[in-house]
């Protein structure tokens, strides 16, 4: 090991011009490209997302979007092609802005931006804004311009999305109050339609079918008693040649007998059908009896005495009164008749009517409920937009305001002198190795053991003589002095007629990231 040192530490004076060469390139160049680096000024402002002053259940969608989404918004709207070329536009932000095409002035103002995001639950939701330019006050007014733009996103996304959303409920609401008519004027139409088959009217109906019935009952005893007046009072004038006076007319039991079955034979068939057992045995009945009275009226004595003139007058009389009323009861009975059948079809109706006018109003129901809902989240929405134009809603504040930096924060001037030197002491190193790597020529004992397989008895050296010793080193000391010399020059001449250092290395820098 220690011979192998002794091996290198002979041959370092032999490269030692070229690792010069390479080591005081690499610092000089370090050392020009600290002094040549524009100072930096990065300047900042924090922002924070206020709660909400009032928690009101009013005032609960005042923020509708949370506040990590709303500070993602804003920092994807800072960084817009537009407001970037504007702000660049409005501070002059670049010295060379002028030969900068709009392309190369947003990249340049996106990388010298920094947006940064605090967020999450049980913490402050917080944005950083910070910018890096040459000039101190420019970059100020950079943040100044991005805390301004930030706050009025805020603010107008706010109330923008507050008075959206209090336009949508109202368009709603109008909606369902048109919905609402049309639907009241259905339910109008059809109970206007079917006024006397509706449920409400079931009640009404059947009472009034009873009455008619009781109506219908009543006259057709009428009826018949007026008939058995009417045969009686023929029957009394035929006989006697005069009309009885006035009273009570005394009836057989037959006579009565056939009075109360023909009022219950006209109650059942205002009840039931012609073809029902009960009516056909009322209808048997009263025909027998009309036969068997009939019968007897034929068997009795008839006399036939001339009436005089003024008692066929009192028959015509009392039995014109008869027949009229006889007619005015056969007219009601006609009428009652007729509107229990409208009243049986209504009542039949009901059912199906109901169903459909169920329907109906269950949609109206519904249609109502959405209006009373509509109208509630209106009020809320109205009451988030009152929240927000008094600023007592969820909003963004400036916690920390940018200031004019007064030192700059790049370029670190000692770490790139360091950087450049200790890439120089690579270089050089690294040429010393990979000399070394490559050749492959046999110098010392070592090498002809691990090439040949041989072990030499001995091994006779170089011999040089006191002059040859003397003019190597002294043109290995010429050499590094020249190197010495000529490496700044060179550089000098590189960074005044080619091109600047700092240039060169910021292109380097851009071609390789």
Do not use: C
């Not at 605090?118 to 000039?135: K, P, S």
């Not at 009022?263 to 209808?283: D, F, G, K, Q, W």
């Not at 007729?338 to 519904?366: D, K, T, V």
């Amino acid at each position: 090991m220690i011979s192998d040192l002794r091996f290198y530490l002979k041959l370092l004076p032999r490269r030692l011009p070229v690792m010069i060469l390479l080591f005081l390139s690499a610092s000089i160049a370090g050392l020009i490209i600290a002094q040549r680096l524009p100072p930096m000024y990065s300047t900042s402002a924090t922002l924070l997302v206020e709660s909400a002053q009032i928690t009101e259940s009013a005032g609960q969608s005042a923020s509708p979007t949370s506040a990590s989404d709303q500070l993602r918004v804003i920092q994807q709207r800072l960084l817009t092609r537009a407001n970037l070329i504007d702000i660049a536009n409005e501070v002059q932000v670049f010295s060379e802005q002028g030969a900068m095409n709009p392309d190369e002035v947003v990249e340049a103002m996106r990388e010298a931006s920094v947006i940064e995001l605090t967020v999450g639950r049980d913490q402050a939701n917080l944005m950083r804004l910070g910018f890096t330019a040459d000039n101190p006050v420019k970059a100020a007014e950079v943040i100044n311009r991005y805390v301004d733009i930030a706050l009025e996103l805020s603010s107008s996304a706010t109330i923008s999305q507050a008075e959206d959303t209090l336009a949508f409920h109202e368009q709603e609401l109008r909606r369902y109050s048109d919905e609402l008519d049309i639907q009241s004027g259905i339910i109008a139409d059809f109970k206007r339609e079917n006024a006397d088959a509706l449920p409400e009217n079931l009640d009404y109906n059947q009472t009034r079918q009873s009455l008619l019935q009781e109506r219908v009952s009543r006259a057709e005893r009428e009826l018949n008693s007026l008939a058995t007046q009417r045969t009686n009072i023929l029957r009394v004038f035929e006989a006697t040649g005069s009309v009885t006076a006035p009273g009570p007319l005394s009836l057989s039991n037959e006579e009565q007998l056939l009075i109360d079955l023909e009022s219950e034979l006209s109650v059942a068939r205002s009840i039931y059908s012609p073809s029902n057992p009960r009516v056909r045995n009322l209808v048997s009945q009263v025909e027998a009896l009309r036969s068997r009275m009939e019968a007897a009226a034929l068997e009795a004595p008839e006399t036939q005495p001339t009436p005089p003139t003024a008692q066929r007058t009192a028959l015509e009389i009392s039995l014109a009164e008869i027949d009229s009323r006889t007619e005015t009861l056969r007219e009601e009975v006609a009428d009652a008749n007729a509107e229990l059948l409208m009243l049986r079809e209504s009542i039949a109706q009901i059912p199906a009517n109901g169903i459909i006018l169920s329907g109906l109003e269950r949609e109206q129901e519904n249609i109502q409920n959405l209006y009373d809902a509509t109208v509630g989240r209106l009020a809320q929405a109205q009451s988030s937009l009152n929240i927000i134009a008094a600023a007592k809603g969820e909003r963004i504040t400036v916690l920390e305001a940018a200031s004019v930096p007064s030192d700059p924060s790049s370029p670190n001037r000692f770490a790139i002198v360091m950087m450049a030197t200790a890439i120089g002491i690579g270089l050089a190193g690294g040429f010393f190795l990979l000399l070394e790597m490559l050749n492959q020529t046999v110098r010392r004992q070592a090498d002809i053991v691990k090439n040949m397989g041989i072990v030499p008895l001995a091994v006779i050296p170089q011999i040089e003589t006191i002059g040859q010793r003397r003019l190597r080193r002294g043109l290995q000391v010429v050499a590094s002095l020249a190197v010495i010399a000529s490496v700044p020059a060179i550089m000098w001449a590189i960074d005044s007629y080619v091109m600047p250092l700092d240039l060169l290395f910021e292109k380097l820098k851009d071609r390789l990231t």
